[in-house]
């Protein structure tokens, strides 16, 4: 419905149509819900986001990023992971409820299953191997999260999320793609302010439309995060700052992790290194997958990684993330983020930065000839070889270089000089919005789900998210 004309009223507006928009709408259409819903997504349908990367062997600026635009947002888009406990994805359970939230993310399963989902679930089969790797992990000093993650997989996670598409357009929801959302529309003053709507306009160009709606839903993803902490500030929308998570992407051969791919498909491994003893966790690990790149407003270029069901490469890569709690006067840590990948972006001439975890160690940048000799080849071909270290700040950097060395006592080898370090892998999740546990927020009858709300991490507890509001929405 991209040419179609935005309608001047609808019931429920849902800006977003990423997981928790996606089941938002199903939700209420399994509850009979009869009001009029309208979908408003600035990407593509889900047929038609293909990266052109993939032909040309480089990225070619797509305003905006297919990767991380579109149905089905960024996540689905990229590995396709659903992780099936509450201790895995966010600050959910905080809001409303571990039992509620575990109780829900299985309705959900059920629901992804109905479309299509592998019924096989990862990291279920071995619990005496997994006994032996948490022993390591002790011992190293880290947690594991034995998390169960059912693997879509990037190709057929297309296919999942395209029959769900095809199902809301049959029910009769409105999605209009390549439509931005400029602002919201607001009525009274302090703290009786109503939120009756949206601006929306093409992102092909054209004019802005007004849409009134009574009830606004916002689940823009991490991708909408900054536009959503702006619209928090101007609006005057109860919000905070939340931790900021930022890292790098490792990649190292498969035989590396050969154990723990087997056994877990993904291991969850936290910890909290010396001397600044902030939280470190591992993050979409990819078996056999591939390093990509997501393009943000403004030419930021962030990594992350891709794993399909049947195309796979020699390697296994996956995030290294550093959770930072900034403190007052700070409130900026989005922006904070992106002047960081900003740097690390201007160092590689605007490709993605890669670095071989020796010579970070030896203090010296790497060489085109020297990762050419390397066992890893990397699997983002357009990676500049450089510096790192050069435009992360020192305590991310530290935390990174200390947690890879403690994760080498559970997974040898991963500590190795040629293993590759990938930069920027920013999330951009760190603004919170304050809502009651039935998702309010301080403003009426205006509700924020998912990654963009800063309480969910991932495509299941989004999901999550949406559900529960398709439920509670009067």
């Known amino acids: 419905m991209s040419d179609a004309t935005i309608p001047p009223t609808t019931d429920v507006l849902i800006i977003g149509a990423g997981p928790a928009g996606i089941f938002c709408a199903l939700k209420l259409l399994e509850r009979g819900d009869g009001r009029r819903i309208t979908m408003v997504e600035k990407g593509l349908p889900i047929e038609r986001r293909s990266c052109p990367k993939e032909r040309t062997g480089y990225c070619v600026g797509c305003q905006p990023c297919r990767i991380t635009t579109g149905f089905s947002g960024a996540g689905a888009f990229s590995d396709g992971k659903l992780s099936l406990s509450h201790e895995v994805g966010g600050d959910l359970p905080e809001l409303i409820g571990a039992e509620l939230v575990q109780r829900t993310i299985e309705r959900c399963d059920d629901i992804y299953l109905r479309f299509g989902a592998d019924p096989h679930v990862e990291g279920l089969e071995h619990p005496d191997e997994i ?23 990037t190709e057929r996670a297309q296919q999942i999320y395209g029959r769900i ?44 439309q007004l849409l009134r709606s009574k009830e606004t839903i916002v689940a823009t993803g991490r991708r909408g995060a900054s536009w959503l902490a702006d619209l928090c500030e101007a609006h005057g929308i109860s919000h905070e700052p939340g931790p900021m998570d930022m890292g790098v992407r490792v990649e190292v051969r498969n035989e590396v992790m050969e154990e723990v791919n087997n056994v877990l498909y993904e291991s969850k491994l936290v910890g909290y290194p010396n001397p600044f003893r902030d ?33 796979k490469s020699n390697n296994t890569n996956l995030a290294v993330l550093c959770t930072q709690h900034f403190r007052e006067p700070f409130d900026r840590p989005i922006e904070y983020s992106k002047r960081v ?20 160690l030896d203090g010296k940048r790497t ?10 080849v990397p699997t983002l071909p357009d990676a500049e070889p450089g510096d790192i270290t050069s435009a992360l700040p020192y305590r991310a ?19 190795s000089g040629e293993t590759l370090l990938y930069a920027p892998e920013l999330k951009f999740y760190s603004n919170r919005v304050r809502m009651d546990e039935r998702f309010a927020t301080s403003m009426a009858h205006l509700h924020c789900l998912g ?12 999901s999550v998210m949406g559900l529960l509001m398709g439920e509670w929405l009067d």
Not at 168 to 196: N, Q, R, T, W, Y
Not at 401 to 409: L, M
Request: some cysteine; aromatic content about 6%; overall charge neutral.
């Open 451 to 462: 990654d963009s709300s800063g309480w969910t991490r991932g495509l299941m507890m989004a």
């Open 367 to 376: 060489w085109p000839e020297e990762l050419s000799r390397s066992n890893v």
């Open 279 to 311: 939280k470190v966790r591992t993050f979409c690990q990819n078996p056999g997958g591939f390093v990509s790149q997501e393009n943000y407003d403004n030419g930021l270029a962030v990594v992350n990684g891709h794993s399909y069901k049947d195309r």
């Open 397 to 415: 950097m530290t935390d990174i270089v200390e947690f890879i060395k403690a994760v080498d006592q559970v997974v040898p080898g991963f500590a």
């Open 165 to 208: 598409q095809r199902h809301l357009l049959e029910a009769g929801v409105e999605i209009f793609f390549e439509h931005e959302c400029v602002d919201l529309l607001v009525e009274g003053e302090g703290s009786h302010k109503v939120c009756v709507g949206a601006s929306v306009r093409p992102t092909r160009g054209g004019t802005s």
């Open 341 to 360: 990948g900003s740097l690390v972006n201007m160092l590689g001439a605007g490709h993605i930065l890669v670095q071989r975890f020796g010579d970070i």
């Open 131 to 153: 006994a032996q790797i948490r022993r390591r992990a002790i011992k190293a000093g880290l947690k594991l999260v034995d998390c169960p993650i059912r693997h879509l997989g």
